[in-house]
């Protein structure tokens, strides 16, 4: 058994079916399910928690924030870790173009950090052309987010991208001929399932709107720093300071520093009004 899991990679298509000439990846499912699972279970959370917002509202919201997500995940791999950064802002039609010389190969390359930059974007523009509170909403959108987060990194193993770094752990896989840590699925875990459970409990002894999004920033970017010690940096990068500094590492740090501000200033303005 230990065996055939180290070798997985060598008995495991990435490809799940082909219709045509066109492949369907099990990245891609993953992709899907993690933006169909977080719609429903943010919709679970508002019908059982009976949250004061209407479906038609929030319909309409999942549009604004998904368009966000997807724009600012590619956008932010562009701009953040592709090498071929100037190419594309010249060329801004190729970003989203799945051909390459008349190929079909599909669009590679997403930044989790570029997508939390579009949702902002796109919810911010949403909340104030429909004057809903951001932050009311935010709290809402990571609940899902979070849960559904889990089914983005097993399609980044599936897809055999975003390696571990070489390990002589057990339960290590064989990328090549070196073994590495599983690091996708310790992301799954620790960004995924873990900052989920502590969200899940902590939502009901919330006191300000947006505590929980905050908390949301604070957990993740500091279980995305845990796991960036298992991750091998992007080959294109490298580590950008000593031997430890990633990218991933560098824009967590900025995150939880953001959100480690806004909830002590936040809780100190609630702290006051409260009196």
Same mark, same amino acid.
């Given at each position: 058994?230990t065996?055939?899991?180290q070798n997985?990679?060598?008995?495991?298509d990435p490809?799940?079916?082909n219709l045509g000439p066109?492949?369907v990846?099990?990245y891609?499912?993953?992709y899907?399910?993690?933006?169909i699972s977080?719609?429903v279970?943010a919709k679970?959370?508002i019908?059982?928690d009976?949250?004061n917002i209407?479906?038609?509202?929030?319909?309409?919201y /999942?549009?604004?924030?998904e368009?966000?997500?997807?724009?600012?995940?590619?956008?932010?791999?562009?701009?953040?870790y592709d090498t071929?950064?100037?190419?594309?802002?010249?060329?801004p039609w190729? /970003?989203f173009?799945p051909?390459i010389d008349?190929v079909?190969?599909g669009?590679?390359?997403?930044?989790y950090h570029?997508?939390?930059?579009?949702?902002?974007?796109?919810?911010f523009?949403?909340?104030?052309?429909?004057k809903v509170?951001?932050w009311?909403l935010?709290? /809402?959108s990571?609940?899902?987010?979070?849960a559904?987060?889990v089914?983005g990194?097993? &399609?980044?193993f599936?897809?055999q991208?975003?390696i571990?770094r070489?390990?002589?752990?057990?339960w290590?896989i064989?990328?090549?001929e070196t073994?590495?840590h599983?690091?996708?699925?310790?992301?799954?875990f620790?960004?995924?399932i873990?900052?989920f459970?502590?969200?899940?409990y902590i939502?009901?002894?919330k006191?300000?709107?947006?505590?929980?999004?905050?908390?949301? &920033? /604070?957990l993740y970017s500091?279980m995305r720093i845990?796991a960036e010690m298992?991750r091998?940096?992007?080959i294109?990068?490298g580590?950008?300071?000593?031997?430890w500094?990633t990218m991933?590492?560098?824009?967590?740090a900025?995150?939880?520093?953001i959100?480690v501000?806004?909830?002590?200033?936040?809780?100190?303005?609630?702290?006051?009004?409260?009196?």
């Amino acid at each position: 058994m230990t065996e055939y899991w180290q070798n997985i990679y060598s008995n495991f298509d990435p490809v799940a079916i082909n219709l045509g000439p066109v492949p369907v990846h099990w990245y891609g499912i993953m992709y899907a399910l993690a933006l169909i699972s977080a719609i429903v279970i943010a919709k679970w959370f508002i019908k059982h928690d009976k949250l004061n917002i209407s479906n038609d509202l929030f319909d309409s919201y /999942i549009w604004w924030a998904e368009i966000g997500v997807i724009l600012g995940a590619r956008l932010g791999y562009v701009l953040f870790y592709d090498t071929n950064t100037m190419y594309y802002l010249t060329h801004p039609w190729q /970003i989203f173009n799945p051909y390459i010389d008349g190929v079909y190969t599909g669009i590679s390359g997403m930044s989790y950090h570029g997508a939390l930059i579009g949702f902002i974007i796109s919810s911010f523009l949403f909340c104030r052309k429909n004057k809903v509170s951001f932050w009311f909403l935010a709290d /809402i959108s990571v609940l899902g987010i979070s849960a559904a987060y889990v089914f983005g990194r097993i &399609g980044n193993f599936f897809n055999q991208e975003l390696i571990g770094r070489t390990t002589d752990v057990p339960w290590g896989i064989y990328v090549g001929e070196t073994l590495r840590h599983p690091s996708q699925l310790y992301e799954a875990f620790l960004e995924g399932i873990v900052v989920f459970i502590i969200l899940f409990y902590i939502r009901k002894k919330k006191t300000f709107d947006g505590q929980l999004a905050l908390s949301y &920033g /604070i957990l993740y970017s500091f279980m995305r720093i845990v796991a960036e010690m298992f991750r091998q940096p992007d080959i294109q990068l490298g580590f950008i300071y000593s031997n430890w500094l990633t990218m991933g590492i560098l824009q967590s740090a900025v995150i939880l520093s953001i959100c480690v501000v806004l909830f002590i200033s936040m809780k100190k303005k609630e702290v006051l009004v409260s009196k």
